[in-house]
């Protein structure tokens, strides 16, 4: 087998110790005589590994025990709607601190239930930073603040709390969720689909406080969008993704077994370490992102013009750096460093970068 260094920005690499894990239980699981992705997500063999992905997602971000844990079907875009739709009734205000794509949607969808507006937006600036406190301006009667732990696409990430009044949050850690140690008390709701830091595509994981639970309607919600239901079902309400539970599953056991959130916090600082310090070194780069807020997990940069950009892509797909073109609305260069890209991986695309200007510059 021959692998790549995939700097995919999701689906994105997965260890390949898990990827073993799931080639092994594809024809035969657990003794059934049926195949993982063969077997009813209501078996017992199936359910024991369900309890053991929301047990494993607990004790590795340390989520407290008076939270809901799902995992749901239709991706991080969904919850945009189904968080507005379960914590906003019609009208009610909510905030949302615009950094990026993601939250535009986010904001886009929850104005469909009720008062969403900006408390800030970095469009202007091309989202190349995060605000200040002082520049939020939230509403004090907004029910809850909207946030975005990481900006995939512009590569920005905050690196310190900000200051949301003491509201609650909402938070989309789709793109860094699990790279390092949280206070999950501190939000209401994160939600996360798993296939950048946790896995394949296909499953989203959402976390609930008391106070999320308390605002969720309940029966008055179509049964697919309602997180009440959806908890008390134990994400089983219908057939859920079997297949992205199991991958899920390994994916935080390899966390474990790689330090749990220190470990990966020390492993995803050092490759951001070895890759800004590339980006630093020479002017033949130039970094997207304002130096405070730059992105662990999602590094953006350019060349000087756009046919260098071009041939950057196109030759380092060559010498198997994968997936280093960036998004269509920022342009540019992007290599994403979720938790399964190694430090081998980052120092293999510096030594790309330092032969490509010796070649180019
Ligand atoms: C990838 C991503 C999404 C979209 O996830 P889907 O699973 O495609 O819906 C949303 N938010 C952030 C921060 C992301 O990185």
Known sequence: MSRAHNFSAGPAAIPESVIQEIIAALPEFKGTGMGLMEISHRSKQFDETLVSA????????????????????GGASLQFYMTALNLLRPGEPADFVLTGVWSNKAIKEAKRVGDAQPAWDGKAEGYTRLPQDSE???RKEAIYVHTTSNNTIYGTQWQRSPDLQGHHVVCDMSS?????????????LIYAGAQKNLGPSG???VILSPWAMERCPGNTLPAMLDYRLQVEERSLYNTTNTFAIFALDRTLAWIESEGGLPGMKARNSRKAEVLYGELDRTEFWLPRAQKADRSWMNVTWRTHTEELDKAFVSESDKAGLKGLKGHRSAAGLRASLYNACSV???TQLVAFMQDFERRHG
């Open 54 to 73: 929301e047990s494993r997602l607990r004790s590795v971000l340390g989520i407290p025990t008076d939270y809901k844990v799902v995992f749901l079907q």
């Open 136 to 138: 939020l301006a939230i």
């Open 176 to 188: 860094d969720i699990c790279s390092r140690p949280i206070d999950v008390s501190k939000y209401d």
């Open 203 to 205: 499953i989203t994981a």
């Open 344 to 346: 081998e991986d980052v």
